[in-house]
């Protein structure tokens, strides 16, 4: 997946716990989106920066927040994981037809 | 919102054979429509999109139809090959510069040798 990288690619986290899911693009393009994966269900869109210093919700945004740090670094924040947050998080970086998707970051709650 | 269905779940072919997926969506607005691959362990992969203004798209042995009257699309990949297993999403997003994409839940395709 050239061109998008994410960190970790596995985290293990108990109920509570918080943590920080990085995303970084080196594409220079303007729009980032956040997308859960779970079994047997497409993506689906948890938050998106339309340009560096906007975000703006998705479908499932509880419980998640989101920061455009610059062009290139869009994270997601877990403040009080839930079970219900175990999945494979994906960054997508988009510009027109061009479109990367990063390897995916597999989380668990327990 | 959205609600992309795409059927079927799982497909399986005989290498050479051809392989199709269809998508309904229910917002008329959608005006993009892509296709992605996604192999095991790895993220998504465009493979092949189209718009609201065209009726038919090809890449190599892969095509794209869209009919905005029923709002249906499908994916075509003919001559099917081994590397051509993976799971198959289809996704739709209103606007020109608008990629929030709501993704169908997916076709696993296995080709068989």
């Known amino acids: 997946n050239a061109g998008v990288t994410q960190t970790p690619k596995f985290q293990v986290l108990k109920t509570g716990q918080s943590m920080t899911l990085q995303c970084a693009q080196d594409?220079?393009?303007?729009?980032m989106y956040w997308y859960r994966q779970d079994p047997g269900m497409g993506l689906r869109l948890i938050y998106y920066s339309a340009s560096e210093g906007t975000t703006d919700k998705g479908e499932v945004p509880n419980g998640y927040n989101v920061s455009r740090l610059n062009k290139r670094e869009f994270s997601l924040r877990l403040e009080s994981a839930a079970p219900s947050q175990t999945s494979v998080y994906f960054c997508a970086s988009i510009m027109v037809s061009e479109q990367f998707f990063g390897p995916g970051t597999r989380l668990t709650v327990l | 919102g959205e609600n992309v269905e795409q059927h079927p779940s799982t497909l399986s072919v005989q290498e050479g054979d051809s392989a199709v997926i269809k998508c309904t969506y229910s917002?008329?607005?959608?005006?993009?429509f892509p296709w992605y691959k996604q192999e095991l362990g790895k993220g998504p992969q465009l493979i092949i999109d189209i718009r609201s203004n065209v009726g038919e798209k090809k890449d190599q042995r892969i095509a794209v139809t869209l009919n905005k009257t029923a709002k249906h699309f499908s994916l075509h990949i003919t001559e099917t090959q081994p590397e051509d297993s993976a799971v198959y999403f289809c996704?739709?997003?209103?606007?020109?510069?608008?990629?929030?994409?709501?993704f169908g839940a997916g076709t696993t395709v296995t080709v068989r040798a």
């Open positions: 594409m220079n393009h303007n729009s």
């Open positions: 996704a739709a997003s209103k606007g020109v510069n608008d990629y929030k994409l709501s």
């Open positions: 917002d008329s607005a959608s005006n993009y």
